[in-house]
């Protein structure tokens, strides 16, 4: 199926107008009736790529994004995220884990306090949000990540986290006493 020009522009107009990754059906309903979204998209993408700026499927959206291999050299005049103190990141890990969590429950699985400092970065980035309350003595709210989450760590969803198994680091093995290195 051919793409029509006008469809391409309008679809890269509203891709670069747009602050969030927007999603096919969104650019859909811009788009005439007789074009499809998905088709236009793909063919955004092979203009685009290799180029500077590449369409990339993040959030369960499509947004325009500076070419990986460019990001490096970009550092000095793109103004970076304020860096999350060590405990957010933390706790951002848990909640990306273990969703929908409790405090107490990031707490556990953390092995220490959450202070309010740590959830209160968390939110004014706008990496997590109230997602229910637990029907539990107390009520106590829900955490869960946002699309924003995905968006500031290249992610389409939630299935593209490493695996938690993927994260261990195991000790090194011994090496048998027979083949002990030699002094």
């Not at 107009?13 to 088709?39: I, K, N, V, W, Y």
């Not at 685009?48 to 970009?74: C, H, I, M, N, S």
């Not at 060590?86 to 706790?91: H, P, V």
């Amino acid at each position: 199926m051919t793409v029509r020009d006008d469809d391409l522009r309008l679809a890269e107009a509203a891709l670069f107008a747009s602050a969030e990754p927007m999603g096919a059906r969104a650019l859909g309903q811009l788009l005439p009736e007789d074009a499809d979204a998905d088709t236009v998209l793909a063919a955004l993408r092979e203009r685009y790529a290799g180029r500077g700026v590449e369409l990339a499927e993040v959030a369960g959206g499509w947004q325009f994004r500076t070419a990986p291999d460019l990001a490096g050299k970009l550092r000095r005049v793109v103004v970076q995220p304020r860096r999350l103190p060590r405990a957010a990141m933390e706790a951002l890990a848990v909640v990306a884990y273990h969703q929908p969590c409790t405090r107490a429950e990031i707490e556990s699985v953390r092995g220490a306090a959450l202070g309010q400092a740590a959830l209160d970065s968390l939110l004014e980035a706008g990496l997590i949000a109230p997602c229910g309350k637990r029907d539990a003595p107390g009520r106590p709210t829900l955490w869960g990540t946002t699309p924003a989450f995905l968006a500031r760590f290249g992610l389409r969803d939630l299935r593209d986290l490493p695996r938690r198994e993927d994260l261990v680091i195991e000790p090194p093995t011994p090496m048998p006493e027979n083949h002990a290195p030699q002094t």
